[in-house]
Protein backbone atom coordinates (compact mmCIF):
# COMPACT_ATOMS: atom_id res chain seq x y z
CA UNK A 1 0.00 0.00 0.00
CA UNK A 2 1.52 3.58 -0.99
CA UNK A 3 0.93 6.21 1.48
CA UNK A 4 -0.41 8.25 -1.01
CA UNK A 5 -3.84 5.86 -0.88
CA UNK A 6 -3.86 6.82 2.72
CA UNK A 7 -6.47 8.58 4.86
CA UNK A 8 -6.22 12.12 5.39
CA UNK A 9 -6.46 13.27 8.94
CA UNK A 10 -6.29 10.91 12.58
CA UNK A 11 -8.46 8.07 12.50
CA UNK A 12 -7.61 7.80 15.83
CA UNK A 13 -10.34 11.03 16.55
CA UNK A 14 -13.13 9.80 15.37
CA UNK A 15 -12.84 6.36 17.05
CA UNK A 16 -12.58 8.20 20.30
CA UNK A 17 -15.55 10.23 19.60
CA UNK A 18 -17.37 6.94 19.09
CA UNK A 19 -16.23 4.91 22.15
CA UNK A 20 -17.68 8.00 24.28
CA UNK A 21 -20.87 7.31 22.12
CA UNK A 22 -21.21 3.66 22.87
CA UNK A 23 -19.95 4.31 26.40
CA UNK A 24 -23.18 6.86 27.11
CA UNK A 25 -25.71 3.33 26.13
CA UNK A 26 -25.10 1.85 29.82
CA UNK A 27 -27.50 0.55 32.62
CA UNK A 28 -26.24 3.31 35.08
CA UNK A 29 -25.89 6.85 34.60
CA UNK A 30 -23.00 7.10 36.67
CA UNK A 31 -20.89 3.86 35.69
CA UNK A 32 -20.50 1.68 32.65
CA UNK A 33 -22.58 -1.55 32.29
CA UNK A 34 -23.64 -3.21 29.18
CA UNK A 35 -24.80 -6.82 29.94
CA UNK A 36 -25.75 -9.41 26.95
CA UNK A 37 -29.52 -9.61 26.16
CA UNK A 38 -30.73 -6.07 28.63
CA UNK A 39 -31.82 -3.29 26.90
CA UNK A 40 -28.92 -1.20 27.00
CA UNK A 41 -27.28 -4.25 24.89
CA UNK A 42 -30.24 -4.05 21.99
CA UNK A 43 -29.46 -0.19 21.67
CA UNK A 44 -26.18 -0.19 21.37
CA UNK A 45 -26.68 -3.00 18.19
CA UNK A 46 -28.61 -0.82 17.02
CA UNK A 47 -25.68 2.07 16.85
CA UNK A 48 -23.33 -0.69 15.70
CA UNK A 49 -25.76 -1.72 12.68
CA UNK A 50 -26.10 2.15 11.67
CA UNK A 51 -21.79 2.52 11.92
CA UNK A 52 -21.47 -0.04 9.93
CA UNK A 53 -24.07 0.51 7.26
CA UNK A 54 -22.60 3.97 6.97
CA UNK A 55 -19.55 2.29 6.43
CA UNK A 56 -20.40 0.44 2.96
CA UNK A 57 -21.34 -2.82 4.66
CA UNK A 58 -24.59 -4.77 4.50
CA UNK A 59 -25.34 -5.33 8.84
CA UNK A 60 -27.60 -7.38 10.60
CA UNK A 61 -28.01 -8.94 14.09
CA UNK A 62 -27.53 -12.38 14.41
CA UNK A 63 -29.13 -15.65 16.07
CA UNK A 64 -27.02 -15.19 19.51
CA UNK A 65 -27.43 -11.43 19.22
CA UNK A 66 -23.59 -10.07 17.62
CA UNK A 67 -23.55 -7.71 15.21
CA UNK A 68 -22.33 -8.58 12.03
CA UNK A 69 -21.25 -6.64 9.00
CA UNK A 70 -19.77 -7.38 5.36
CA UNK A 71 -17.94 -5.73 3.07
CA UNK A 72 -17.47 -7.23 -0.33
CA UNK A 73 -14.62 -7.86 -2.06
CA UNK A 74 -13.72 -7.67 -5.89
CA UNK A 75 -15.49 -11.09 -6.45
CA UNK A 76 -19.05 -11.75 -4.63
CA UNK A 77 -19.41 -13.97 -2.12
CA UNK A 78 -15.87 -14.62 -1.37
CA UNK A 79 -14.38 -15.46 2.07
CA UNK A 80 -13.81 -13.32 4.80
CA UNK A 81 -11.02 -11.70 6.74
CA UNK A 82 -13.02 -11.41 10.08
CA UNK A 83 -12.02 -8.82 12.56
CA UNK A 84 -14.08 -8.89 15.83
CA UNK A 85 -14.22 -7.93 19.33
CA UNK A 86 -17.28 -7.58 22.06
CA UNK A 87 -19.79 -5.14 22.82
CA UNK A 88 -20.83 -6.03 25.92
CA UNK A 89 -19.16 -5.21 29.34
CA UNK A 90 -18.61 -6.53 33.16
CA UNK A 91 -20.30 -4.04 35.59
CA UNK A 92 -18.51 -0.78 36.47
CA UNK A 93 -16.42 -1.18 33.24
CA UNK A 94 -13.99 0.67 31.67
CA UNK A 95 -14.96 2.13 27.91
CA UNK A 96 -12.35 0.59 25.96
CA UNK A 97 -12.37 -3.46 26.38
CA UNK A 98 -14.43 -4.44 23.83
CA UNK A 99 -15.59 -1.46 21.63
CA UNK A 100 -12.04 -0.58 21.00
CA UNK A 101 -11.84 -3.58 18.26
CA UNK A 102 -14.95 -2.82 16.73
CA UNK A 103 -15.06 0.43 16.43
CA UNK A 104 -11.63 0.49 15.49
CA UNK A 105 -12.37 -2.21 12.62
CA UNK A 106 -15.54 -0.52 11.14
CA UNK A 107 -13.63 3.04 10.74
CA UNK A 108 -11.12 0.66 8.65
CA UNK A 109 -13.31 -0.18 6.40
CA UNK A 110 -14.94 2.91 6.30
CA UNK A 111 -11.67 4.44 4.84
CA UNK A 112 -11.41 2.14 2.62
CA UNK A 113 -15.16 2.90 1.25
CA UNK A 114 -14.24 6.67 1.21
CA UNK A 115 -11.28 5.41 -1.13
CA UNK A 116 -13.81 2.85 -3.03
CA UNK A 117 -11.00 0.13 -2.41
CA UNK A 118 -12.21 -3.07 -2.57
CA UNK A 119 -10.02 -6.19 -1.86
CA UNK A 120 -9.53 -10.17 -3.54
CA UNK A 121 -11.60 -11.45 -0.31
CA UNK A 122 -14.27 -9.81 1.93
CA UNK A 123 -14.00 -7.95 5.44
CA UNK A 124 -16.70 -9.13 7.93
CA UNK A 125 -16.97 -7.30 11.49
CA UNK A 126 -18.11 -9.37 14.01
CA UNK A 127 -19.19 -7.37 17.29
CA UNK A 128 -19.76 -10.63 19.70
CA UNK A 129 -22.49 -10.10 22.08
CA UNK A 130 -21.37 -11.71 25.25
CA UNK A 131 -17.16 -12.36 25.96
CA UNK A 132 -17.32 -11.30 29.46
CA UNK A 133 -19.68 -13.89 30.89
CA UNK A 134 -21.17 -10.64 33.50
CA UNK A 135 -25.21 -12.25 33.11
CA UNK A 136 -24.89 -15.85 32.88
CA UNK A 137 -21.82 -16.67 34.63
CA UNK A 138 -20.87 -18.62 30.56
CA UNK A 139 -18.27 -16.72 28.80
CA UNK A 140 -17.56 -16.07 25.35
CA UNK A 141 -21.06 -17.09 24.33
CA UNK A 142 -21.36 -14.38 21.25
CA UNK A 143 -18.08 -16.43 19.25
CA UNK A 144 -19.07 -19.83 20.52
CA UNK A 145 -22.21 -19.51 18.50
CA UNK A 146 -20.24 -18.35 15.46
CA UNK A 147 -17.41 -21.21 15.91
CA UNK A 148 -20.65 -23.43 16.55
CA UNK A 149 -19.45 -24.83 19.74
CA UNK A 150 -22.39 -22.99 21.50
CA UNK A 151 -24.11 -25.53 24.24
CA UNK A 152 -27.37 -25.53 24.36
CA UNK A 153 -27.67 -25.92 28.09
CA UNK A 154 -26.79 -22.43 28.81
CA UNK A 155 -30.08 -21.97 27.84
CA UNK A 156 -31.30 -22.32 30.73
CA UNK A 157 -28.96 -20.45 33.59
CA UNK A 158 -30.22 -17.51 34.79
CA UNK A 159 -28.75 -14.17 36.20
CA UNK A 160 -29.06 -12.45 39.56
CA UNK A 161 -32.81 -11.72 38.95
CA UNK A 162 -33.68 -15.30 37.91
CA UNK A 163 -34.19 -14.52 34.67
CA UNK A 164 -33.07 -17.62 32.04
CA UNK A 165 -31.14 -16.73 29.32
CA UNK A 166 -33.90 -18.11 26.96
CA UNK A 167 -36.37 -15.58 28.48
CA UNK A 168 -33.63 -12.78 27.87
CA UNK A 169 -33.18 -14.07 23.95
CA UNK A 170 -36.89 -13.73 23.72
CA UNK A 171 -37.21 -10.88 25.49
CA UNK A 172 -34.17 -9.14 22.92
CA UNK A 173 -36.04 -10.37 19.87
CA UNK A 174 -34.20 -13.70 19.37
CA UNK A 175 -35.29 -16.99 19.11
CA UNK A 176 -32.75 -19.73 21.08
CA UNK A 177 -33.78 -22.03 19.25
CA UNK A 178 -32.14 -20.43 16.36
CA UNK A 179 -28.95 -19.98 17.91
CA UNK A 180 -27.22 -22.76 15.44
CA UNK A 181 -28.00 -20.23 12.20
CA UNK A 182 -24.94 -18.03 13.93
CA UNK A 183 -22.35 -20.17 13.20
CA UNK A 184 -20.35 -20.12 10.59
CA UNK A 185 -18.33 -22.70 8.23
CA UNK A 186 -14.49 -22.87 8.20
CA UNK A 187 -14.48 -22.38 4.35
CA UNK A 188 -16.02 -19.31 4.65
CA UNK A 189 -13.37 -17.51 6.99
CA UNK A 190 -9.65 -16.97 6.04
CA UNK A 191 -8.56 -15.81 9.18
CA UNK A 192 -9.81 -14.05 12.30
CA UNK A 193 -8.14 -10.87 13.62
CA UNK A 194 -8.80 -8.69 16.67
CA UNK A 195 -7.49 -5.54 17.88
CA UNK A 196 -7.56 -4.82 21.66
CA UNK A 197 -6.68 -3.34 24.69
CA UNK A 198 -3.20 -5.10 26.04
CA UNK A 199 -5.08 -4.86 30.10
CA UNK A 200 -1.64 -4.99 31.24
CA UNK A 201 1.70 -2.85 31.73
CA UNK A 202 3.64 -4.56 29.57
CA UNK A 203 3.63 -2.19 25.98
CA UNK A 204 4.05 0.83 28.65
CA UNK A 205 6.82 -0.62 30.26
CA UNK A 206 8.35 -1.07 26.69
CA UNK A 207 7.26 2.33 25.56
CA UNK A 208 5.06 1.13 22.48
CA UNK A 209 1.71 1.72 21.34
CA UNK A 210 1.01 -1.69 19.81
CA UNK A 211 2.57 -5.03 20.01
CA UNK A 212 1.69 -8.82 18.62
CA UNK A 213 -0.20 -11.14 20.50
CA UNK A 214 1.76 -14.67 20.24
CA UNK A 215 -0.85 -16.80 22.63
CA UNK A 216 -4.15 -16.41 24.76
CA UNK A 217 -2.78 -18.05 27.91
CA UNK A 218 -5.02 -20.90 29.09
CA UNK A 219 -6.83 -21.16 32.23
CA UNK A 220 -7.90 -24.01 35.27
CA UNK A 221 -9.91 -22.35 38.00
CA UNK A 222 -10.43 -24.33 40.97
CA UNK A 223 -13.09 -24.17 43.92
CA UNK A 224 -11.23 -25.24 47.35
CA UNK A 225 -12.61 -26.23 50.32
CA UNK A 226 -11.07 -26.45 53.76
CA UNK A 227 -13.08 -28.09 56.28
CA UNK A 228 -12.16 -27.69 59.82
CA UNK A 229 -13.96 -27.40 63.30
CA UNK A 230 -15.66 -24.43 64.38
CA UNK A 231 -15.10 -23.68 67.84
CA UNK A 232 -14.76 -21.03 71.02
CA UNK A 233 -12.10 -18.70 70.35
CA UNK A 234 -12.01 -18.51 74.06
CA UNK A 235 -11.64 -22.02 75.04
CA UNK A 236 -10.23 -23.83 72.77
CA UNK A 237 -6.30 -24.33 72.91
CA UNK A 238 -4.19 -23.28 70.10
CA UNK A 239 -2.27 -26.30 69.48
CA UNK A 240 -5.69 -28.39 69.27
CA UNK A 241 -7.03 -26.03 66.53
CA UNK A 242 -8.71 -27.07 63.21
CA UNK A 243 -8.53 -23.48 61.87
CA UNK A 244 -10.03 -23.72 58.08
CA UNK A 245 -9.26 -19.97 57.39
CA UNK A 246 -5.46 -20.02 58.80
CA UNK A 247 -5.03 -23.04 56.81
CA UNK A 248 -6.50 -21.37 53.77
CA UNK A 249 -4.11 -18.09 54.42
CA UNK A 250 -1.10 -20.81 53.96
CA UNK A 251 -2.19 -21.97 51.21
CA UNK A 252 -3.07 -19.14 49.15
CA UNK A 253 0.52 -17.78 50.05
CA UNK A 254 2.04 -20.61 49.10
CA UNK A 255 0.16 -20.39 45.64
CA UNK A 256 1.42 -16.73 45.52
CA UNK A 257 5.09 -17.81 46.38
CA UNK A 258 5.31 -20.63 43.90
CA UNK A 259 3.72 -18.33 40.55
CA UNK A 260 5.76 -15.68 41.60
CA UNK A 261 9.24 -18.15 41.60
CA UNK A 262 8.20 -19.51 38.21
CA UNK A 263 9.54 -17.57 34.83
CA UNK A 264 7.30 -19.17 32.10
CA UNK A 265 4.76 -16.61 32.33
CA UNK A 266 2.57 -18.36 35.17
CA UNK A 267 0.22 -16.49 37.08
CA UNK A 268 -1.75 -17.47 40.34
CA UNK A 269 -4.94 -15.80 42.01
CA UNK A 270 -6.95 -16.16 44.67
CA UNK A 271 -9.95 -14.02 43.56
CA UNK A 272 -12.50 -14.92 46.52
CA UNK A 273 -12.65 -16.32 50.16
CA UNK A 274 -15.12 -16.89 52.39
CA UNK A 275 -15.07 -18.15 55.58
CA UNK A 276 -17.91 -19.85 57.76
CA UNK A 277 -19.47 -19.30 60.11
CA UNK A 278 -18.12 -15.87 59.93
CA UNK A 279 -18.90 -14.74 63.57
CA UNK A 280 -15.38 -12.64 65.41
CA UNK A 281 -15.56 -15.06 68.33
CA UNK A 282 -15.54 -18.37 66.59
CA UNK A 283 -12.65 -20.04 64.81
CA UNK A 284 -13.93 -21.04 61.24
CA UNK A 285 -14.66 -24.28 60.61
CA UNK A 286 -15.45 -23.50 56.93
CA UNK A 287 -13.27 -21.70 54.40
CA UNK A 288 -14.32 -21.92 50.65
CA UNK A 289 -12.18 -19.98 48.12
CA UNK A 290 -11.13 -19.55 44.64
CA UNK A 291 -8.11 -20.29 42.51
CA UNK A 292 -7.62 -18.88 38.88
CA UNK A 293 -3.73 -20.48 37.00
CA UNK A 294 -2.90 -19.11 33.66
CA UNK A 295 0.26 -19.74 31.49
CA UNK A 296 0.82 -19.26 28.39
CA UNK A 297 1.36 -23.11 27.43
CA UNK A 298 -1.14 -25.48 28.73
CA UNK A 299 1.28 -28.31 29.21
CA UNK A 300 3.15 -25.97 31.49
CA UNK A 301 -0.11 -25.00 33.02
CA UNK A 302 -1.52 -28.14 33.92
CA UNK A 303 1.76 -28.92 35.19
CA UNK A 304 2.01 -26.36 37.87
CA UNK A 305 -1.81 -27.00 38.85
CA UNK A 306 -0.34 -30.24 39.42
CA UNK A 307 2.41 -29.28 41.76
CA UNK A 308 -0.12 -26.12 43.39
CA UNK A 309 -2.70 -28.83 44.63
CA UNK A 310 -0.36 -31.24 45.84
CA UNK A 311 1.10 -28.34 47.92
CA UNK A 312 -2.67 -27.76 49.46
CA UNK A 313 -2.93 -31.07 49.69
CA UNK A 314 0.24 -31.25 52.13
CA UNK A 315 -1.02 -27.52 54.12
CA UNK A 316 -4.27 -29.55 54.54
CA UNK A 317 -2.93 -33.27 55.71
CA UNK A 318 -0.34 -31.18 58.38
CA UNK A 319 -3.13 -28.75 59.97
CA UNK A 320 -5.56 -31.73 59.64
CA UNK A 321 -7.92 -30.06 57.64
CA UNK A 322 -10.52 -32.36 55.21
CA UNK A 323 -10.11 -30.91 51.70
CA UNK A 324 -12.35 -30.95 48.55
CA UNK A 325 -10.80 -29.46 45.52
CA UNK A 326 -13.53 -28.87 42.10
CA UNK A 327 -12.38 -27.70 38.48
CA UNK A 328 -15.04 -25.12 37.88
CA UNK A 329 -13.32 -23.93 34.68
CA UNK A 330 -10.61 -25.14 31.72
CA UNK A 331 -9.68 -23.33 28.86
CA UNK A 332 -7.11 -23.91 26.09
CA UNK A 333 -4.16 -22.12 25.43
CA UNK A 334 -5.23 -20.66 21.93
CA UNK A 335 -1.93 -20.01 19.98
CA UNK A 336 -1.99 -17.05 17.33
CA UNK A 337 -1.18 -18.13 13.99
CA UNK A 338 2.47 -17.30 12.61
CA UNK A 339 1.69 -16.65 9.26
CA UNK A 340 -0.45 -13.70 10.91
CA UNK A 341 1.94 -12.39 13.49
CA UNK A 342 4.16 -12.06 10.53
CA UNK A 343 1.88 -9.84 8.67
CA UNK A 344 0.79 -7.47 11.87
CA UNK A 345 4.50 -7.32 12.93
CA UNK A 346 5.17 -6.52 9.16
CA UNK A 347 2.55 -3.47 9.43
CA UNK A 348 3.42 -2.21 12.80
CA UNK A 349 7.32 -1.96 11.20
CA UNK A 350 5.51 -0.36 8.40
CA UNK A 351 3.94 2.43 10.86
CA UNK A 352 7.19 3.37 12.10
CA UNK A 353 7.47 1.33 15.48
CA UNK A 354 9.15 -1.93 16.95
CA UNK A 355 6.88 -5.24 16.20
CA UNK A 356 7.42 -6.27 20.00
CA UNK A 357 5.60 -9.41 20.60
CA UNK A 358 3.65 -11.08 24.25
CA UNK A 359 1.47 -12.92 25.21
CA UNK A 360 -2.54 -12.25 26.54
CA UNK A 361 -2.92 -13.50 29.86
CA UNK A 362 -6.76 -12.45 29.40
CA UNK A 363 -9.36 -14.42 27.37
CA UNK A 364 -10.31 -13.00 24.48
CA UNK A 365 -13.11 -14.55 21.75
CA UNK A 366 -9.99 -15.60 19.67
CA UNK A 367 -10.11 -18.43 22.52
CA UNK A 368 -13.29 -19.63 20.04
CA UNK A 369 -13.11 -18.77 16.70
CA UNK A 370 -9.65 -20.99 16.51
CA UNK A 371 -12.54 -24.12 16.29
CA UNK A 372 -13.24 -22.38 13.09
CA UNK A 373 -10.14 -20.08 11.66
CA UNK A 374 -6.61 -19.02 12.77
CA UNK A 375 -6.31 -15.99 14.82
CA UNK A 376 -3.96 -13.65 15.43
CA UNK A 377 -4.29 -10.66 17.77
CA UNK A 378 -3.04 -6.77 17.55
CA UNK A 379 -2.82 -5.31 21.54
CA UNK A 380 -2.83 -1.27 22.28
CA UNK A 381 -1.40 0.30 25.08
CA UNK A 382 -3.76 1.03 28.09
CA UNK A 383 -2.73 3.63 30.31
CA UNK A 384 -1.10 1.79 33.93
CA UNK A 385 -2.55 -1.34 31.94
CA UNK A 386 -5.57 -0.88 33.76
CA UNK A 387 -8.21 -2.94 32.48
CA UNK A 388 -12.21 -3.59 33.98
CA UNK A 389 -12.47 -0.55 35.47
CA UNK A 390 -14.18 3.05 35.12
CA UNK A 391 -9.96 3.89 35.09
CA UNK A 392 -9.24 1.93 31.94
CA UNK A 393 -7.64 4.97 29.43
CA UNK A 394 -6.49 4.43 25.75
CA UNK A 395 -4.42 7.97 24.45
CA UNK A 396 -5.91 8.92 20.93
CA UNK A 397 -2.49 9.01 19.36
CA UNK A 398 -2.68 5.14 20.45
CA UNK A 399 -5.55 4.89 19.02
CA UNK A 400 -4.84 6.14 15.90
CA UNK A 401 -1.62 4.20 15.95
CA UNK A 402 -3.45 0.77 16.14
CA UNK A 403 -6.10 1.84 13.49
CA UNK A 404 -2.97 2.84 11.34
CA UNK A 405 -1.94 -0.33 11.48
CA UNK A 406 -4.85 -2.71 11.33
CA UNK A 407 -5.81 -0.94 8.08
CA UNK A 408 -2.49 -1.49 6.78
CA UNK A 409 -2.71 -5.33 7.86
CA UNK A 410 -6.70 -5.43 6.03
CA UNK A 411 -5.02 -4.02 2.63
CA UNK A 412 -2.34 -6.04 2.53
CA UNK A 413 -3.47 -9.26 3.78
CA UNK A 414 -2.12 -12.08 2.30
CA UNK A 415 -4.24 -15.41 2.79
CA UNK A 416 -2.50 -18.62 3.57
CA UNK A 417 -1.68 -20.84 0.49
Keep these: MTDNHRHNGSLGADIVQRIDQLAAISEAPDNLTRVFLSKEHRAAAEVLVTWMQQAGMLARIDAIGNVCG ?90 RDGVSMREAMVAFGLDPDHIGAAARAPVEVLAYLELHIEQGPVLEAQKLPVGVVTAIAGATRLAVELHGTAGHAGTVPMA ?56 PKDSYRKMAVTDIVREIETIAKQRQLDLQINVTHENRTAPCAPWLQNQIGAAITAEGFRAFELPSGAGHDGMAMIDIADIAMLFVRCRGGISHNPAEHVDEADVDAGARVLLRVIENFTPKI
Excluded at 262 to 275: E, F, H, K, P
Design 70 to 159: RYEGTKLGAPCLMLGSHYDSVRDAGKWDGPLGVVTAIACVGDLNRRKVRLPFAIEIVAFADEEGTRFASTLLGSRAVAGTFVESALASRD
Design 240 to 295: MRRDALTGAAECIVAVEEFCRSDRGGLVGTVGYINAMPGATNVIPGLVSFTLDIRA
